[in-house]
């Protein structure tokens, strides 16, 4: 009888040793019998979006191009895969393979990456912004330790950024006084406390509605911004003032990205790091994007008016709201026990490097 019941519980055994192997086959044949390695990427953009177009999706392509076809990926937009302020996460916890996300929404996770973001500071081009960001990445290991829950794919920039509203032409401080706008990033919501608005933080997708419904006034961002959500059918006056620029992260799963085969890792990052970092920035924030989205608003009948500064305003907005920010973030990071300064001045001879 004993030696029956044995039989029988090695031959189960046998089958469920069986079926857990039959389970692990496609795993491993992806890579090795001409199957693609598909990948999901999530973001937090719309699916036609100018920026999904321009750089989330065409990014993907390239991905596929240099790896002449054995990576497949397959996009999950407009927040399907992951919130877009859970990004990070969903990236360390393996729920998205790949993602495309603003690093302004998550505050204090990637500290030294925000001195890309301080006012008046950047240069005119998203490009340039952008091989500043990567090289600084590159070069310093303090920023890289912030970034080693992921795979970094490149860093990029947004062109900078500037005012839009909807009811009010702001020329100058008095006109900003208690404006109710969207700003993203730790060290712009502190800048715009200081030029008297009233900072609300809120993720881009909810900009829209905010605005049509008078929970917000305007907002603070790029060019691109308003041409991926059209949001020149809310906000009818833009402001012209270069105020700070918001940078960006395309990252994979750690994991998942040690699994590759060397060559595949080899490929992708031939269109990512430094080649990524300065065609992400001109893709998604070039200089044509203010031409596309006012012929975008004139086609669909929408008035956005170019306001401008009064003389001399500027250099006030500077004053209160630059050089200050600049100190009080060196000594936030020098307390945190951070380089705060080294990489400041290394910002600062980069951004010399690439004017």
């Given amino acids: 009888m004993k030696g029956k019941q044995s039989i029988t519980v090695f031959v189960g055994l046998c089958f469920v040793l069986s079926l857990i192997a039959l389970t692990l086959i496609p795993v491993t044949a992806s890579a090795s019998s001409g199957e693609p390695i598909v990948l999901k990427c999530a973001h937090q953009n719309p699916p036609k979006g100018r920026t999904t177009v321009k750089l989330i999706d065409a990014y993907m392509r390239k991905v596929e191009e240099a790896t002449k076809g054995r990576v497949k990926i ?11 302020t859970e990004m990070v996460t969903a990236i360390e916890g393996g729920i998205a393979d790949m993602a495309w996300s603003p690093l302004g ?18 240069l005119s081009s998203a490009e340039k912004n952008s091989q500043v960001l990567q090289e600084l990445y590159e070069t310093t290991p303090e920023m890289q330790k912030e970034f080693s829950s992921v795979k970094v794919l490149f860093l990029h ?14 020329r100058n401080l008095d006109d900003l006084k208690g404006l109710k706008l969207r700003v993203m990033g730790a060290y712009p919501i502190k800048a715009s406390k200081l030029l008297g608005l009233s900072p609300l933080f809120m993720p881009m997708p909810g900009v829209y509605e905010a605005g049509e419904k008078g929970v917000l006034d305007g907002s603070i961002l790029p060019w691109a911004a308003v041409a991926t959500f059209n949001l020149f059918e809310v906000f009818h006056y833009w402001t012209n003032v270069d105020l700070w620029i918001a940078h960006f992260i395309y990252m994979m799963n750690l994991d998942k990205w040690n699994s590759l085969p060397p060559d595949i890792q080899k490929a992708i990052m031939s269109v990512s790091g430094m080649n990524g970092a300065g065609w992400g920035g001109n893709a998604g924030f070039g200089p044509d994007v203010q031409d596309d989205t006012m012929a975008k608003a004139t086609k669909a009948g929408q008035k956005f008016e170019r306001v ?34 080294k990489v400041f001045d290394q910002a600062r001879r980069l951004i010399k490097k690439y004017e």
């Fill in 157 to 170: 920039t947004s062109s900078p950024y500037f005012i839009a509203t909807s009811k009010t032409r702001v």
């Fill in 74 to 84: 397959v996009s999950y937009p407009a927040q399907s895969l992951a919130k877009a």
């Fill in 308 to 341: 401008s500064l009064d003389p001399g305003e500027l250099e006030k907005w500077k004053k209160k709201a630059g050089e200050p920010i600049w100190d009080e973030w060196v000594k936030e990071m020098e307390k945190k026990g951070l380089p705060g300064q």
């Fill in 105 to 122: 929404y998550f505050a204090g996770r990637f500290p030294l990456s925000t001195v890309i973001e301080l006012p008046f500071m950047s």
